[in-house]
């Protein structure tokens, strides 16, 4: 007790050198990267109980396939959010409108990049949990929770029960997955059509982790309902009937959704670092705040040791 009381300063000090390199960082904390977001599903801005999901840049909403749910208040249990959408079992998902919604159009012409901040309930026992899929077994993209603690993402333009073409998972994460707050997985597919080949790459929380490259362009477009959560026809890039990666293997996501974006190119590894830093890194206002307040802080402690 005596030991706090004497010394007081040298550990305020430690603070506010944390505090000093904290403020330091606001220069890289970029804004939202916007160029190419075809589709943004926000459950903070979303109208509750209208049973639909809005896309904030008025391309494609999203239908709940049963019921009017509305967004949680996630406020106190998240640094990062303030409303989640909840899902677990099929009575709490949601996918496009119809087989030619923009989503499967969307396609993998040239490439295109999928962020999700999610909080899954728990890694998944039995089944992989789906968390986003476009297309069908035949061609089509999906990522999916595993049973091991990683995210698998798979690409495929083939038959009902060939291999898909991209297979890549992550390092198991599950200290991050259960860690308690939002994570953001992002799948990239990048088509390099100069090189004549193909990747799949994912990264978590804004750093790579895992990724598949293939000396092919897949350069197709799906066809098939999409959506997230659930299977929607055909898992996109499953095999139908059987295999490592039968549609039987996957289920229904069970966890949270705070925000949703999907691209129409492949973002640069800059771009999806400064997407989490946006959202992850508080404002330079917010740093000014905590700074204030440990100076005043400083401040009463001072005058309170002169007062002895």
Do not use: H
């Given at each position: 007790?005596?030991?706090?009381?004497?010394?007081?300063?040298?550990?305020?000090?430690?603070i506010l050198?944390?505090?000093?390199?904290?403020?330091?960082?606001?220069?890289?904390?970029?804004?939202?990267?916007s160029?190419?977001?075809?589709?943004?599903?926000?459950?903070?801005?979303?109208?509750?109980?209208?049973?639909?999901?809005?896309?904030?840049?008025?391309?494609?909403?999203?239908?709940?396939?049963?019921?009017?749910?509305?967004?949680?208040?996630?406020?106190?249990?998240?640094?990062?959010?303030?409303a989640?959408?909840?899902?677990?079992?099929?009575?709490?998902?949601?996918?496009?409108?119809?087989?030619?919604?923009?989503?499967?159009?969307?396609?993998?012409?040239?490439?295109?990049?999928?962020e999700?901040?999610?909080?899954?309930?728990?890694?998944p026992?039995?089944?992989?949990?789906?968390?986003?899929?476009?297309?069908?077994?035949?061609?089509?993209?999906?990522?999916?929770?595993?049973?091991?603690?990683?995210?698998?993402?798979?690409?495929?333009?083939?038959?009902?029960?060939?291999?898909?073409?991209?297979?890549?998972?992550?390092?198991?994460?599950?200290?991050?997955?259960?860690?308690?707050?939002?994570?953001?997985?992002?799948?990239?597919?990048?088509?390099?059509?100069?090189?004549?080949?193909?990747t799949?790459?994912?990264?978590?929380?804004?750093?790579?982790n895992?990724?598949?490259?293939?000396?092919?362009?897949?350069?197709?477009?799906?066809?098939?309902?999409?959506?997230?959560?659930?299977?929607?026809?055909?898992?996109?890039?499953?095999?139908?009937?059987?295999?490592?990666?039968?549609?039987?293997?996957?289920?229904?996501?069970?966890?949270?959704?705070?925000?949703?974006?999907?691209?129409?190119?492949?973002?640069?590894?800059?771009?999806?670092?400064a997407?989490?830093?946006?959202?992850?890194?508080?404002?330079?206002s917010?740093?000014?705040?905590?700074?204030?307040?440990?100076?005043?802080?400083?401040?009463?402690?001072?005058r309170?040791i002169?007062?002895?």
């Open positions: 007790m005596n030991s706090v009381i004497n010394n007081p300063i040298p550990s305020l000090k430690g050198k944390k505090a000093s390199f904290a403020l330091s960082l606001c220069g890289l904390a970029s804004s939202l990267c160029a190419g977001l075809l589709f943004e599903y926000d459950a903070a801005a979303d109208t509750p109980g209208n049973g639909s999901w809005m896309d904030e840049q008025g391309n494609q909403n999203l239908t709940f396939v049963s019921g009017s749910p509305s967004p949680v208040d996630v406020s106190g249990d998240s640094n990062y959010f303030t989640a959408y909840k899902f677990g079992g099929a009575s709490s998902v949601i996918g496009g409108n119809a087989g030619n919604s923009s989503w499967p159009a969307l396609g993998l012409l040239t490439g295109s990049t999928y999700m901040w999610v909080r899954p309930t728990a890694i026992v039995g089944d992989r949990q789906i968390l986003l899929e476009l297309g069908s077994s035949f061609r089509g993209l999906s990522i999916s929770l595993d049973t091991d603690g990683s995210v698998l993402g798979l690409v495929k333009n083939g038959s009902a029960n060939t291999s898909p073409n991209i297979v890549v998972n992550t390092s198991d994460i599950t200290s991050t997955l259960t860690a308690g707050e939002f994570v953001q997985v992002v799948f990239r597919f990048d088509n390099d059509t100069i090189n004549t080949e193909s799949g790459s994912f990264f978590i929380n804004g750093v790579s895992g990724a598949t490259t293939i000396a092919s362009d897949l350069t197709f477009q799906a066809n098939d309902v999409s959506g997230l959560g659930r299977e929607f026809s055909q898992t996109g890039g499953t095999q139908r009937d059987s295999g490592t990666y039968a549609r039987s293997t996957f289920t229904n996501y069970d966890g949270q959704y705070a925000l949703v974006r999907i691209y129409d190119n492949a973002l640069s590894d800059a771009d999806i670092l997407n989490y830093n946006a959202i992850a890194i508080p404002e330079p917010t740093y000014a705040m905590i700074f204030s307040g440990l100076m005043l802080g400083l401040v009463m402690i001072r309170r002169a007062g002895r």
